[in-house]
């Protein structure tokens, strides 16, 4: 059995999960990483008529240095902290003002889920966290 960790502050969340996004089309803030660090979406966006060609996580904005260090390091804290993960985003879920107004969150604006086991952990957050509503396109 895991035993929860136990967060202070949203500092220390965020420091755990590498921080959230900001995408700008929404209302409240997300999870992101690296459309390139897609298992498959990377393969299919250089398939002309795939779902994936032509994707918009990879122009834009989102291939400026700093959005790629930001979408890393999301990648590289699940990789070190995947037992701490869930109790921190549920802290931010239950501590950030801006989810907490709008109850909304968007996991993945670019990106994907990485594997079964992640799946896993962001069901654990929706389900301990039901005021919210979440959106995983």
């Known amino acids: 059995m895991v035993t929860p960790t136990k967060f202070t502050s949203l500092k220390q969340a965020y420091d ?20 390139a660090r897609c298992n498959t979406g990377s393969k299919l966006a250089k398939q002309e008529g795939s779902a994936c ?4 996580a990879l122009k834009g904005r989102y291939p400026f ?10 990648f590289q804290r699940w990789k070190e902290n995947r037992k701490k993960w869930v109790d921190a985003m549920c802290y931010i879920m239950e501590n950030n003002k801006v989810i907490q107004e709008t109850k909304v969150f968007r ?3 670019s990106g994907d889920v990485q594997s079964l ?6 069901v654990a957050v929706a389900m301990l966290n039901p005021q919210q509503k979440y959106w995983l396109p």
């Not at 240095?65 to 999301?74: G, I, S, T």
């Open 16 to 35: 755990t999960v590498g921080g959230l996004s900001k995408p700008g089309k929404m209302p409240t803030h997300g999870f992101s990483i690296s459309a």
């Open 53 to 56: 060609y032509g994707c918009y």
């Open 117 to 122: 086991s992640m799946l896993i952990k962001i």
């Open 65 to 74: 240095p700093n959005v790629q260090d930001a979408m890393e390091r999301r």
């Open 107 to 109: 996991w993945f604006d």
